[in-house]
């Protein structure tokens, strides 16, 4: 499997998604769009897999296939959250931002080979990578949730029910983002030589870390103001952002040693 | 935040408290930074900083168990003291990403002559500003996890003790082993013996190990091809320049828009080149070079063009295939697959081991910890030298255990997600009862 193929699959998945999403809104059952929904993923998961094995190494090297992952993951996450909260917006929109992704990757591919560098060839790269993927699409759906919230003001019904499913979301994704950012530094002592090196990309990675944190301590009194706890989110994911792009194009991340072309 | 009629100071404390003190923990920082400069790691290595280390633990006990009654000890361990001393180690954590920064090593002189330098920011992690803040955080983390103890404990706080203590152990751990530290390099030659290191500021220095180097051994990757502009060198297409790996004779492929069959291959050759001429012959020996055949074919050319390609080595030259007037086909440095040392190692005691180094695969000796770091770059895959780094870091069992912790914590959080009051369950039922 080469990336010529991709447009197929992607383009296949999103299809599936996409009639998933209708169906949640026409149908009484769950049922129907989670199986819908899953052979997308299935669909999708074929192309990673066979990519997977065609390169010799997990795909996981270039921003193009990390952006492979995001596009898999979100409606992941969209899904799981539609199942868990009954939001049935939240697949649209989660369907609609993995589309972005996949566009990206169709028209502006990255060199793909199948060399890689001995620091990356190490256990930990895979688990390392994918649930960082992981919780980013947990995050983004999350902040979709909160630019929702913060849209629709206050014409919503049922806020706690909101705030609660924030709050799971964040759990979920700040656990899997300690995960990462700790199996990171594990890794670093076995290719580096240190754990942590305050790297622009590590620097990053403590920023989002630590946005996230304030979230979740800002919300434990309960005078706290939705509000200001949806911008908080908005402002987090933007330093998950720098962390997980950004970096490349700032002044500091010249001597960055986590860039790879 | 909590009741609008109080006022800055009154009790309870809240927020705006918050914000002052941390504010008040980075002017102290600044104007420590100002009086005496950056902090020097040196200043607190072993074994001042395992003293420094037990008095804070000590002096957090002490204190928690005479005052903890006191409004200033229970307000630091509160969310009212937490999160503006976070948001205030996000700042510097912000200004550490987007400030281009300098080796902690780097002294006065070698830093540029403005208000930033004052400040520690091109040296941002041993500035005070930044050092105070995290012992601000560690003091208010320690309170807070003395106080939970204090109450009656359920399931719940498993999850909190190792996130919270957890990152207390790896924070405190990390930076007072960060004195401790020490990293060197030592470069050994096929055959040889070496003992001694050289640290970052050139220093040699007698270790109390030797490593003898038995084989250097590199894997590459196989041999790419390129199309390159002949004038400027460039990777072709300019947008998106192509590569294609070499996958076995008579493989035919597109690259940037020439058609190619590969014709032969030659892992071991000699380039003799003239003014006009390259030739191409097999060569077993030390330096010879990868070589690769081609037919090339351009659309507007009928007639293909043949020849050999090869990227050179350190005694042959590179060649390359002229396509047509601007472009020719190259081959690029093979990437590197993997490369190994194969050691003998002698310690003090008199001990004598075997092993192989590589890159994500250290060997660890006592405190130390043996990376390969690096080989004779200008003689390549026939470099007979390896660079080894030594890295020396007592402390990291100290940051395992804290990492471990974290670790546990995390999926805790995963599984466990947050605190559902009853408080917000009777909420829920409130706002559906008042919808119907
Ligand atoms: C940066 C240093 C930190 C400080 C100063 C801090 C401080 C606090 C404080 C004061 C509380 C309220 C405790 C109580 O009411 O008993 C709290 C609760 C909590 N913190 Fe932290 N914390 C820090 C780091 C973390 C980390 C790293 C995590 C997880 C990744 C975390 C997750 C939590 C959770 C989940 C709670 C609620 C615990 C519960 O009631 O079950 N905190 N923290």
């Not at chain 2, 002559?113 to 930044?130: E, I, K, N, R």
């Not at chain 2, 990437?335 to 005691?349: A, C, F, P, Q």
Request: charged share 15%; hydrophobic share 45%.
């Amino acid at each position: 499997m080469t990336w010529d193929s991709f447009i197929y699959f992607s383009l296949g998945s999103l299809l599936l998604w996409g009639v998933s999403d209708i169906s949640a809104y026409v149908s009484r059952k769950k049922i129907i769009p989670l199986l819908i929904s899953t052979a997308g993923l299935i669909l999708f998961g074929l192309f990673i897999a066979g990519l997977w094995i065609s390169l010799e190494r997990p795909p996981l090297r270039t921003m193009g296939e990390t952006r492979l992952w995001y596009s898999f993951f979100l409606p992941l996450a969209g899904l799981l959250t539609y199942l868990r909260w009954d939001y049935k917006w939240i697949l649209p929109f989660t369907t609609l931002l993995s589309a972005v992704f996949i566009i990206i990757n169709i028209t502006n591919p990255d060199i793909h080979n199948k060399a890689l560098m001995p620091a990356l060839q190490s256990p930990w790269f895979a688990p390392h990578v994918i649930i960082y993927m992981f919780s980013y699409a947990l995050l983004g759906a999350v902040t979709l949730v909160a630019v929702y919230y913060l849209v629709k003001g206050e014409k919503l019904e049922n806020t706690t029910k909101i705030m609660i499913m924030a709050d799971n979301m964040v759990y979920a994704g700040i656990a899997c983002v300690t995960l990462g950012m700790l199996m990171g530094a594990l890794w670093a002592k076995e290719a580096w030589g240190h754990y942590w090196s305050w790297d622009p990309k590590e620097t990053w990675a403590a920023a989002t870390w630590l946005g996230y944190l304030i979230y979740i301590h800002y919300r434990l009194k309960k005078r706290s103001s939705n509000k200001t706890s949806m911008i908080i989110l908005i402002i987090a994911f933007i330093l998950l952002q720098i962390c997980w792009y950004g970096v490349n194009y700032l002044p500091s991340a010249q001597q960055s040693i986590h860039t790879y072309s | 935040m909590n009741n609008s009629s109080r006022k800055v100071w009154e009790s309870p404390w809240g927020y705006p408290e918050g914000f002052i003190v941390a504010t008040g923990v980075v002017l102290a920082g600044i104007l420590l930074q100002l009086t005496s400069g950056k902090l020097n790691p040196d200043l607190y290595a072993y074994p001042v900083n395992i003293i420094i280390g037990a008095l804070f633990v000590i002096g957090l006990l002490t204190i928690h168990f005479i005052y903890k009654k006191s409004r200033i000890v229970r307000w630091l361990s509160t969310v009212y003291s937490t999160l503006p001393a976070i948001a205030l180690l996000l700042v510097l954590c912000i200004k550490l990403g987007l400030i281009p920064q300098l080796p902690v090593t780097a002294d006065e002189s070698q830093l540029p002559f403005d208000l930033f330098s004052y400040l520690g920011w091109y040296q941002m992690t041993t500035s005070w500003p930044f050092v105070l803040t995290c012992f601000y955080l560690l003091i208010i983390l320690g309170f807070t996890t003395l106080r939970r103890t204090g109450r009656k404990q359920s399931w719940r706080d498993i999850g909190f003790y190792l996130n919270h203590l957890g990152l207390f152990i790896a924070l405190l751990g990390g930076i007072l082993g960060s004195a401790d530290l020490e990293r060197l390099t030592m470069t050994v030659s096929e055959g040889n013996v070496e003992w001694r290191g050289t640290t970052h500021r050139g220093d040699v220095v007698e270790m109390p190990l030797a490593i003898q180097l038995d084989s250097f051994i590199i894997e590459e990757y196989e041999p790419k091809l390129v199309l390159i502009d002949t004038q400027t060198g460039r990777i072709l297409p300019d947008t998106r320049p192509e590569s294609y790996m070499y996958e076995g004779i008579g493989k035919k492929t597109q690259l940037a828009g020439i058609y190619l069959e590969i014709t032969d291959y030659l892992p071991h050759a000699a380039v003799f080149r003239d003014s006009i001429h390259s030739n191409i012959v097999p060569m077993q020996m030390e330096g010879a070079a990868t070589a690769l055949k081609v037919k090339a074919t351009y659309e507007s050319t009928a007639q293909p063009v043949e020849g050999w390609i090869s990227n050179g080595s350190y005694i042959f030259p590179h060649s390359t295939l002229q396509v047509d007037e601007n472009r020719s086909l190259a081959m690029p440095p093979q990437e590197v697959k993997r490369y190994s040392s194969h050691v003998t190692l002698y310690t003090d005691e008199g001990n004598t081991e075997k092993a192989v180094i590589e890159v994500n695969k250290p060997l660890s000796v006592n405190n130390w910890m043996i990376y390969q770091y690096s080989y004779d770059d200008s003689k390549g895959k026939y470099s007979d030298t390896s660079v080894f780094e030594l890295v020396y870091d007592p402390w990291l069992k100290f940051i395992y255990i804290g990492i471990a912790m974290l670790l546990a914590g995390a999926i805790y959080l995963f599984v466990a997600g947050p605190k559902t009051d009853n408080l917000i369950e009777e909420k829920i039922v409130e706002e559906r009862q008042s919808q119907s």
